[in-house]
DNA sequence: TTCTTACATTGTAATTGTTATAATTAATTT
DNA sequence: AAATTAATTATAACAATTACAATGTAAGAA
């Protein structure tokens, strides 16, 4: 089944209204294959609702992360990006240009245990961002 | 050598002028034990220096950062929090209560190769953080 | 010392990403 | 259809941070 078409349901199970402006920013992040700010979604989708708020887009993709559609990436500096939730991934990101690749690795379990262990904590999750020059940037750089 | 005195000695290597506010925003990061968010720092000085701006306390961060004495620390929703540059570790992080603790654990090497050679990206450093409920806030939970 | 210049601090305004609010519109239930 | 509930819109508010201009301070030259 296409991931437009289970998000939908997804929706539909849990009681959210399937509205053209929900509908068009889940078409959006699934199709973009990006990780697009809010405003990125806001303006690529000016063309087709140009009556829409900005409100819209950030309480729509806070509902759609709240049901577990999309995962919010923040990455110090500047505004939250929004990932289309697929199976479990990391992220490289570009230092010079901000390109973000995705970048599968087996789950850091023993990192969890091993900090559960030591700081007694109840531990639930982790995050891990890799970050470097781009191939294109880093040929730039020895010029 | 005590790490106040060592970095004293390194603002004095890279040309920076050390000023009280300088002095006193090292010294409470140091003796703080902990990370605190800019407004912490301004509002622990503010008996000292009744008339320190909050920018004072911006800029002298980013000088320490750009020194590699500090390190800024970004978690998605609120301020940035600083931590005093020792050892490299990690950190495990209460989502009740947001407590931060340190936690040393042997670099994930292994990661960045791997990601470097998938991805073609010149990989240089990571970030990684652990989260979870702190023992208090765990017990708690259960109640 | 006095003059000069560079750097630092201060106070405040501006900026940015995000959220809150109230009014309006749309969808669902009765 | 009427009533109820949810969603959208427009705009104001907010909080963290930065920019800016004026003032203050310290080191170096004369
Ligand atoms: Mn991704
Ligand atoms: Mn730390
Ligand atoms: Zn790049
Ligand atoms: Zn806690």
Redesign the interface.
Known sequence: MNPLKEALDTLKDTGVRITPQRHAILEYLINSMSHPTADDIYKALEGKFPNMSVATVYNNLRVFREVGLVK?L????AS?RFDFVTSHH?H?I??KCGKI?D???PG?DE??H???H??????????????????EC?SKEVH
Chains 1, 2 share one sequence.
């Open positions: 919010e923040t990455f110090g500096d939250s990391y490289v570009c230092e690749v970048f599968l690795y850091l990192v969890e091993l900090a559960s030591v700081t007694g904590f109840k531990v639930e999750n982790h995050r891990m961002e890799i970050y470097g020059s781009c191939p880093a």
